[in-house]
């Protein structure tokens, strides 16, 4: 009778695993490096990636179930070196920039942003509808490390020593030698201005110094997800994942939730 019984009790056991489902097919790990230092749009607390880009990327991340999806924030500069020499696979999120950075490709366009110039007071004063970039010559302007902004005309009286370029890292610190008079103008999107601006104003160091106003607008940029174009071998996923991203942004975007999100970021 026990031996009997063996036959039977194999049967049962073999329709009960051909009932079972099969197992889920085991999510890709990924890590997309983000900017640490561009409020509202891109920044970090306490390690922890937060602002515009950082909440739309993970909307559309959840909208990719195959791929389980890593934000990291790391300083511009770094993160762009990672992509350069393909040890990063993307970031976030950098404008169209395919002559300056051949080892790069990108998604569809995320957002919009509008490129501005902001100066101390004194020299707003005598920039009465200025031309860009001819009526800044002679001026100090800073910028974030890595940025590429300004135009082909900029970067010609840049090379020529018509005006000087500084570079430091981030908006905020950009904004501090703008008030503290160690640079005369900073160009950069304006709401990482205007929300840096009202942070250095909280601060007891920089109450008392002089305005800062808005001169002019000098372009309107697009920020996109960028790929390494470099050890194709490594990303096997890429042409997948690029795919996927650029289906589930335009969804969102058609439905509407992805100037929701954006709009409710900027709001913070």
Request: glycine residues 8%.
């Amino acid at each position: 009778m026990r031996y009997a019984a063996l036959p039977v009790l194999l049967a049962a056991c073999l329709s009960l695993a051909l009932a079972s489902p099969p197992p889920a097919a085991a999510q890709q790990t990924v890590t997309v490096y983000v900017d640490d230092a561009y409020p509202p749009y891109s920044y970090a607390v306490n390690g922890v990636a937060l602002g515009v880009y950082p909440a739309l990327l993970s909307r559309i991340f959840a909208g990719m179930p195959a791929y389980k999806v890593d934000l990291q924030p790391v300083p511009w500069k770094r993160g762009l070196r990672l992509l350069e020499q393909g040890e990063g696979f993307a970031l976030a999120p950098p404008y169209y920039r395919p002559g300056e950075r051949p080892w790069m490709d990108y998604s569809a366009p995320i957002m919009v942003e509008s490129v501005v110039i902001f100066c101390n007071e004194a020299v707003a004063a005598r920039l009465a509808e200025p031309r860009w970039p001819d009526d800044y010559y002679g001026l100090r302007i800073g910028v974030n490390s890595g940025f590429i902004l300004g135009g082909p005309a900029f970067e010609n009286a840049r090379r020529l020593g018509k005006l000087t370029v500084e570079e430091a890292r981030g908006t905020d610190e950009n904004l501090k030698k703008l008030l503290l008079g160690r640079i005369d103008c900073y160009m950069n999107d304006r709401y990482a201005i205007q929300h840096a601006l009202l942070r250095a104003r909280s601060e007891d160091a920089y109450q008392r110094t002089a305005r800062v106003i808005e001169t002019g607008v000098l372009s309107q940029e697009y920020g996109y997800l960028g790929f390494t174009r470099q050890h194709h071998e490594r990303w096997t996923y890429r042409t997948d994942f690029i795919r996927q991203f650029n289906h589930v942004l335009d969804e969102l975007r058609r439905s509407g939730e992805l100037a929701q999100i954006a709009e409710r970021e900027l709001r913070r």
